[in-house]
Nanobody, 118 residues
Framework: VQLQAFGGGLVQAGDSLRLSCAAS????????MGWFRQAPGKEREFVVR????????YYPDSVKGRFTASRDSAKNTVYLQMNSLKPEDTAVYYC????????????WGQGTLVTVSS
């Protein structure tokens, strides 16, 4: 599976942004998908995990209530809607396929940078 994330950019605190991740291949629907992020000088952080059907999601407290993941199997795409963005959300965001837990996934896309100014 090849993954390509896009949609990052520079926004102000309180703004919203939607990231997209397009997956290649016909096995997209088989994978638990997810998003992770890595801020400068920090370890990679789990953001969300979304089930194969899209019916189940899991978020850490740091983004719960502000971020929403969804997926469109017809488009082989997973989305991350980010609302009420904070400066601490600034990071490179990575999408992943075959998410196993809060640290590991089978496939990783290239990152897209999100910068939130105060």
């Amino acid at each position: 599976v090849q993954l390509q994330a896009f949609g990052g950019g520079l926004v102000q605190a309180g703004d919203s942004l939607r990231l997209s991740c397009a997956a290649s291949g016909r096995t997209f629907s088989r994978y638990v998908m997810g998003w992770f992020r890595q801020a400068p000088g920090k370890e990679r952080e789990f953001v969300v995990r979304i089930s194969q059907s899209g019916g189940s999601t899991y978020y850490p407290d740091s983004v719960k209530g502000r971020f929403t993941a969804s997926r469109d199997s017809a488009k082989n795409t997973v989305y991350l809607q980010m609302n009420s963005l904070k400066p601490e959300d600034t990071a490179v965001y990575y999408c992943a396929a075959g998410v196993r837990d809060s640290r590991y996934a089978d496939y990783w896309g290239q990152g897209t940078l999100v910068t939130v100014s105060s």
